[in-house]
């Protein structure tokens, strides 16, 4: 027997599993029986969790790549006024999402949209932070002095990253307003991301303006080694009594030492406070106080794997420190002032020879000819369009249909002889392990139904009828870190579909379709042909023809094309004797509900247990629905006309008839449609495959009255990459609003605007080089993000170069609309881009970081390395494959932009001062010649 469970609308459905988890001992025993055998054959919250924990552990590794690259770009401390910005802003975000969530009406949870969106925002949620830290820093190495930085350099990018921070979320605000069931499934990526990202803003304008004022440093400090030994003792030792504390389960002490080490430090901290001569016990309190609110967490996270993990961790850091001080430390200053001023050198050298003469034409011009170079490339070279990145199934599903009416033992023979054959394919996937059991590696369940439960989905909706003639058999894979052979070689759940599918074949009279589980929200089959009449005698004849004619056109990488309708379904006619039931005062409304109530019953009432109910529905018993004369031989009880109450059996008002007519009549537009649809075989294209079969329909003749239109995935795809193309020609045009009211100009928004165009050479490149699907969802989202991401440097740069241009007028006492020469512009052009090369290059590292664990797919599990010494280690799964194609996008474009930001946006900028100072000797020529 088995049970299938759903959760109800909005529950949680890792919270729903753990309570049947939880109940099933308690179950057996009480009121089930003691040998009753419960397998759980299919548990999606154990998967959810393991998707979660994967994006989980992608913010951990991508937040410790972060901090790397900002300590050797920036040194220890002033990486650490940057990275702040990252659990701070994500505190902050996780405060304000509910809040959000509750204005406009969503149940936001921590699900993988939103933890993606945490994932993309690690790169950018630093960006300004690293701008703010950046500039502060830059003004102290040049004497100003520390609070006066601060606030200097803070008043001078505030501005400027608003804007940047302004143009990114108008990038991602068109995605809030996606349409359809993708749009409900998508809305909380942009939602997400644009809560982090204002989150981030308000840390870098607030938090590390302050942190910087208090505590910024031009020179690092080097602990001594005596203070190493000092705090990596204290760690280490603090790390084996955690140890210990979970070898032998004891957390409850750090329930009690918490509070009391509290108290103690508070003590200790008021009386630092009120006597300023005792700093020393001031700085002991709040030691303290860091200690008890340690204690605290063990105590009530608790747990002995807790425990371990902890006390690994601090062993981990206490053996880190040593590193940090013999390793990193020294490499990181040789790359500050050594590495890192050889390569603003050398870009110096390399932008002065690019805005020498007639380079700078060169370059401009060079970049619009890469961009059509690569779309002509592109078109060459077009990579598959998909509408969803092609995963490696979770489920193999063998769908199992005769004709309606037939016996359901025949079913179930057919159903078990597909068994068997699944059994012969899985069969070769599985080894003896140390214990001598036998371990399937690719297959953690199969089951098997038929009858009710057997529907399709993707045609038959969520209908729960029973359906004798149908049968399924589905694999459950198991989760794709486990699917490796004894030797450790990895195994594709999409060869073994392969394989079941084609051992499944060839048995005649019944149709067998393998299919493999959906990727995202509904849409369909990637083979759906919609045929539309109104007379659904000649659109089933109409259909069957198209379907033969399909078919013997042995088009590549079409499975098997079936009708979503058949005419075989058995049914009894019913028919009212209207002038007797007229005559009597009963309505065929009576009659319709009599048998209704009968075969499937009506609701009499609701029963409560506790904080559920369940409806009570009353119908005739198992035996009586199926028989004939039970079910016309009740009596129907009506009032007559005088209002009298009578009974008589229905049989004597109705008539009945066997006859066979269709499954069912569907309609679309107000017009009968019957659906011919397929899946499209591993290895071949579904867009490729649907357009052979349409230039291949562009010959066939329909009749009159009759038309057809191809849906399904190909029309999802159509929808939302207008959609998406839409969206980011809005996102483009907001962007464009933002830097002209920044600017109050419309020449430097057109240039921000031509870098953000020219940054998609590097997508397209990248697509074609590397071979990578275009996939339609992700890569036009990847787009879109690209556009508010490139656009921040930009910003900054060009607002900064504006800056020194007005400060060498300040120096050189000029009117402010007064131009430089062209000398001078080029001297301020390669000044802002040498100071800002660093920022820029942070921020585009950062980003390309905070993406790179998912776009390669490297998974690293940190709570069992440190709790079980199994880092569990692979490469692949499913947010990888999801991911991947927005994720690589984005490094595409952003690697590309960073060359353009760097120099073909000083070029530019330098180009355009080169013609207002043309245009305007031009002008003032001409005032001499009419003055003459």
């Given at each position: ?17 753990q ?57 220890f ?23 959000a ?26 960006d ?11 003004l ?8 006066e ?65 208090a ?30 504390s979970g070898?032998?389960n ?5 329930k ?111 970049s ?35 004709p ?9 023979e ?10 012969s ?24 139904q ?26 459950l ?23 079941i ?40 004849d ?30 009894m ?13 009963v ?15 009506f ?23 199926y028989?004939?004369s ?33 499954s ?23 867009t ?10 562009a ?10 239109q ?22 483009m ?19 921000i ?30 787009i ?11 910003i ?30 080029r ?13 820029v ?31 569990q ?8 494959i999801?991911w ?42 001409k ?6």
């Amino acid at each position: 027997v088995m049970l299938s469970i759903k959760k109800k609308s909005g529950e949680n459905m890792i919270t729903a599993m753990q309570k049947i988890k939880d109940h099933l001992p308690e179950a057996i025993g009480t009121y089930l029986p003691e040998n009753l055998e419960i397998t759980i054959t299919s548990d999606e919250s154990t998967r959810t969790e393991d998707q979660v924990a994967e994006l989980e552990n992608s913010i951990i590794f991508g937040v410790l790549l972060v901090i790397s690259v900002l300590m050797f770009f920036l040194g220890f401390r002033n990486a650490l006024f940057v990275g702040i910005a990252i659990p701070l802003s994500i505190l902050l975000s996780f405060l304000i999402l509910p809040v959000a969530g509750d204005v406009i009406g969503l149940n936001l949870t921590l699900n993988t949209m939103v933890l993606f969106a945490m994932v993309m925002g690690l790169g950018m949620l630093v960006d300004n932070g690293i701008v703010v830290v950046e500039n502060v820093y830059r003004l102290m190495d040049e004497g100003v002095p520390r609070m006066e930085a601060a606030k200097q350099g803070v008043g001078e990018i505030a501005w400027p990253i608003i804007a940047s921070t302004g143009t990114t979320l108008a990038a991602f605000l068109p995605l809030g307003f996606w349409p359809g069931i993708m749009g409900k499934f998508m809305i909380f990526f942009p939602l997400t991301l644009s809560i982090v990202l204002f989150s981030s803003l308000f840390v870098a304008l607030v938090i590390n303006a302050m942190l910087t004022s208090a505590f910024m440093k031009t020179t690092e400090e080097e602990m001594s080694r005596k203070t190493i030994i000092k705090i990596s003792g204290v760690l280490f030792g603090f790390g084996v009594l955690l140890l210990v504390s979970g070898l032998l389960n004891t957390h409850i002490i750090f329930k009690i030492l918490g509070p009391i080490i509290l108290i103690t430090s508070l003590v200790m901290i008021f009386i630092g406070w009120k006597n300023r001569n005792k700093t020393a016990i001031l700085k002991r309190g709040l030691s303290l106080f860091a200690v008890a609110f340690l204690f605290s967490i063990l105590g009530f996270i608790g747990g002995p794997k807790a425990l371990l993990g902890f006390g690994n961790l601090f062993i981990f850091v206490s053996i880190a420190l040593w590193f940090f001080k013999y390793i990193l430390i020294p490499s990181s200053k040789k790359f500050q002032y050594r590495i890192l001023p050889k390569v603003e050198r050398k870009y110096q050298a390399f932008l002065e020879n690019a805005l020498k003469g007639s380079n700078a034409y060169k370059f401009v011009f060079g970049s619009f000819g890469l961009l059509i170079i690569a779309f002509i490339i592109f078109g060459l070279f077009t990579p598959n369009v998909l509408f969803f990145p092609e995963n490696q199934p979770n489920q193999a599903i063998v769908y199992i249909e005769y004709p309606e009416g037939t016996d359901i033992e025949k079913t179930n023979e057919m159903t078990l002889n597909v068994e068997q054959q699944v059994f012969s394919v899985l069969e070769k996937y599985q080894y003896e392990n140390q214990d001598g059991e036998t371990y399937n590696y690719m297959a953690e369940s199969i089951i098997s139904q038929v009858g009710e439960g057997a529907g399709n989905p993707m045609t038959d909706g969520a209908s729960q009828n029973e359906m004798p003639h149908r049968g399924k058999v589905t694999v459950l894979f198991r989760q794709f870190k486990y699917r490796f052979n004894e030797e450790g070689d990895k195994i594709s759940s999409s060869d073994v579909l392969t394989e079941i599918r084609n051992a499944v074949q060839g048995h005649p009279g019944v149709s067998i379709i393998t299919d493999k589980d959906q990727n995202g929200p509904p849409a369909g089959y990637a083979i759906n042909l919609e045929v539309k009449g109104e007379d659904y005698y000649k659109l089933m004849d109409e259909a069957r023809n198209i379907q033969n004619y399909i078919t013997n056109l042995n088009i590549p990488g079409i499975e098997e094309l079936n009708l979503d309708v058949n005419q075989n379904k058995p049914e009894m006619e019913v028919t009212v004797d209207r002038m007797k039931a007229g005559e009597l005062g009963v309505t065929t409304s009576q009659v319709g509900q009599a048998l209704r109530s009968a075969i499937y019953g009506f609701d009499a009432s609701t029963f409560k247990d506790g904080e559920d109910d369940y409806d009570i529905i009353v119908r005739f018993d198992g035996d009586s629905r199926y028989n004939e004369s039970a079910l016309f031989n009740q009596n129907i009880t009506f009032r007559d006309n005088q209002g009298n109450l009578k009974q008589i059996p229905l049989s004597t008002l109705v008539t009945t008839k066997n006859i066979a007519t269709f499954s069912s009549i569907k309609r679309k537009d107000l017009k009968r449609v019957i659906t011919i649809y397929s899946n499209v075989l591993e290895g071949f294209n579904p867009t490729e495959t649907v357009q052979k079969i349409e230039a291949s329909m562009a010959n066939y003749q329909l009749p009159p009255g009759i038309t057809y239109q191809f849906t399904g995935e190909q029309e999802e795809m159509a929808k939302n990459m207008e959609f998406l193309s839409g969206a980011l020609v809005i996102a483009m045009f907001l962007i464009l609003l933002i830097i002209v009211g920044q600017f109050n100009s419309i020449s430097k928004p057109i240039i921000i605007f031509v870098a953000i165009v020219l940054s998609f050479i590097g997508v397209l490149f990248g697509l074609v080089i590397f071979q990578m699907d275009f996939v339609v969802l992700m890569t036009m989202m990847g787009i879109i993000s690209l556009a508010g991401i490139v656009v921040n440097n930009a910003i900054v740069l060009i607002d900064y170069t504006q800056l020194l241009i007005d400060r060498k007028k300040d120096v050189l006492d000029m009117p402010y609309e007064h131009l430089l020469s062209r000398e001078q512009y080029r001297e301020v052009i390669i000044a802002a881009g040498t100071n800002r090369l660093r920022p820029v290059l942070l921020t585009a590292i950062t980003t390309i970081l905070g993406l790179l664990p998912l776009a390669v797919g490297l998974n690293l599990n940190f709570f069992t390395l440190f709790t079980e010494f199994d880092p569990q280690i692979y490469i692949g799964g499913d947010n990888n494959i999801f991911w991947k194609p927005m994720s690589w996008t984005i490094i595409f474009g952003l690697s590309f932009a960073t060359f353009l930001t760097l120099v073909i946006i000083p070029t530019m900028f330098y180009l355009l001062n080169r013609a207002k100072i043309r245009f305007a000797d031009e002008k003032n020529g001409k005032r001499i010649e009419n003055n003459a």
